[in-house]
């Protein structure tokens, strides 16, 4: 069985997991993934945020990552949020999943927090369910200002009928 090693992603690896980060839907240009990558690194230097990879023993890719944030819950506390979630591995994915999420739990209690959430979507939800992850909410999102994808509608106002 291969170990799964669990890092902070440093400057020096911002391109070289870059074909990674293609595999996102929509994926960003390479520039708007070096920007957003020195940001998470800026924030990680002050235990804000940043972005985790994995990689295989033994093999110099990372084949996952995700980006992750601390922020306070009115709530609960601090908690840590991880989303882009990517895992590329051609002997099985769900074990880099699995990593990562373990590297997340652990990272979170290093920075005090009481809890550890993953933003996810398609086969990503799955493979971090059984790491300990469970269903705990929904996030609903909506494009806005010029990102929307069709006519905005007023408040309260229906949509034509069919026909």
């Not at 520039?31 to 994995?54: F, K, Q, S």
């Not at 493979?127 to 705990?136: E, F, I, K, P």
Request: aromatic content about 4%.
């Amino acid at each position: 069985m291969l170990k799964i090693a669990v890092s902070p992603l440093t400057a020096a690896e911002i391109d070289l997991v870059y074909p990674l980060v293609q595999s996102l839907h929509p994926a960003p240009s390479r520039a708007a993934w070096r920007r957003h990558a020195r940001r998470c690194l800026a924030a990680a230097a002050h235990g804000r945020g940043g972005i985790m990879v994995a990689r295989r023993a033994g093999r110099e890719h990372p084949s996952g990552l995700c980006c992750y944030r601390k922020e306070e819950d009115f709530q609960r506390g601090p908690v840590l949020i991880a989303s882009h979630f990517v895992a590329l591995d051609i002997l099985d994915p769900a074990p880099v999943l699995a990593a990562l999420a373990d590297g997340l739990a652990a990272l979170a209690v290093r920075l005090g927090c009481v809890e550890a959430r993953a933003l996810v979507a398609g086969e990503a939800a799955g493979a971090l369910a059984g790491s300990g992850l469970r269903h705990a909410g929904e996030v609903l999102g909506m494009p806005v200002g010029g990102a929307a994808s069709g006519p905005a509608r007023r408040a309260g106002s229906a949509p034509s009928p069919a026909g």
